[in-house]
């Protein structure tokens, strides 16, 4: 079953202050849990860019950038931040079985988990494959003058894409994403 994408993407994402996920539904935005939970992640095709409206005062918007190294572009307002974006799968917990929710954000939090799951994932690219993982508790950890948290997951197997996510225009889209949903009430990261 291709994975259907509606013109407003549904999205899921972390707010590490409340260590809390939230995704996107038709009634609006819901609190969900993924710890124990496996996930797909097509951690390949990540992508950085540029997002504004991650304060909650309006729709958030994620400009790509290519490339993944090098020096990034200027921002296209002042406000944007540098974002990492990807695309997850989690029937069980997200509650829909063939949508691909996309998860972009700036949070440290957010950054260091793709960043992590880049690096451990990196040997296998090139092959279809895509890493199911399932999180643990978070983490706290110090961040300069405050508290964060650090996502803790595992790798615990390897899964096909085209099986994972059927549909592989899904993560191409120039104007992917979350970038059309509208912030949860307080939703601040």
């Given at each position: 079953m291709p994975i259907a994408m509606p013109i407003r993407r549904p999205y899921i994402r972390y707010a590490p202050?409340?260590?809390e996920w939230a995704i996107s539904s038709k009634a609006g935005s819901r609190f969900i849990s993924l710890e124990g939970q496996?996930?797909?992640?097509d951690i390949e095709r990540v992508r950085r860019g540029w997002l504004t409206g991650h304060d909650g005062s309006g729709k958030r918007k994620f400009t790509p950038v290519p490339g993944l190294d090098g020096p990034m572009p200027p921002p296209p307002t002042a406000e944007a931040k540098p974002a990492l974006s990807l695309f997850a799968l989690a029937p069980k917990a997200f509650g829909v079985a063939d949508i691909a929710f996309e998860m972009t954000n700036w949070t440290y939090s957010h950054c260091e988990f793709v960043t992590r799951l880049y690096n451990e994932c990196e040997p296998r690219f090139g092959r279809g494959l895509v890493p199911l993982i399932v999180f643990g508790p978070s983490q706290p950890i110090q961040f300069g003058d405050h508290e964060t948290r650090l996502l803790a997951y595992r790798v615990v197997d390897w899964v096909p894409r085209n099986q994972a996510f059927?549909?592989?225009?899904r993560s191409h889209s120039q104007?992917?994403?979350?970038s059309d949903a509208t912030e949860p009430e307080g939703w601040a990261g």
């Amino acid at each position: 079953m291709p994975i259907a994408m509606p013109i407003r993407r549904p999205y899921i994402r972390y707010a590490p202050s409340r260590d809390e996920w939230a995704i996107s539904s038709k009634a609006g935005s819901r609190f969900i849990s993924l710890e124990g939970q496996a996930v797909a992640i097509d951690i390949e095709r990540v992508r950085r860019g540029w997002l504004t409206g991650h304060d909650g005062s309006g729709k958030r918007k994620f400009t790509p950038v290519p490339g993944l190294d090098g020096p990034m572009p200027p921002p296209p307002t002042a406000e944007a931040k540098p974002a990492l974006s990807l695309f997850a799968l989690a029937p069980k917990a997200f509650g829909v079985a063939d949508i691909a929710f996309e998860m972009t954000n700036w949070t440290y939090s957010h950054c260091e988990f793709v960043t992590r799951l880049y690096n451990e994932c990196e040997p296998r690219f090139g092959r279809g494959l895509v890493p199911l993982i399932v999180f643990g508790p978070s983490q706290p950890i110090q961040f300069g003058d405050h508290e964060t948290r650090l996502l803790a997951y595992r790798v615990v197997d390897w899964v096909p894409r085209n099986q994972a996510f059927p549909n592989p225009d899904r993560s191409h889209s120039q104007n992917a994403g979350a970038s059309d949903a509208t912030e949860p009430e307080g939703w601040a990261g």
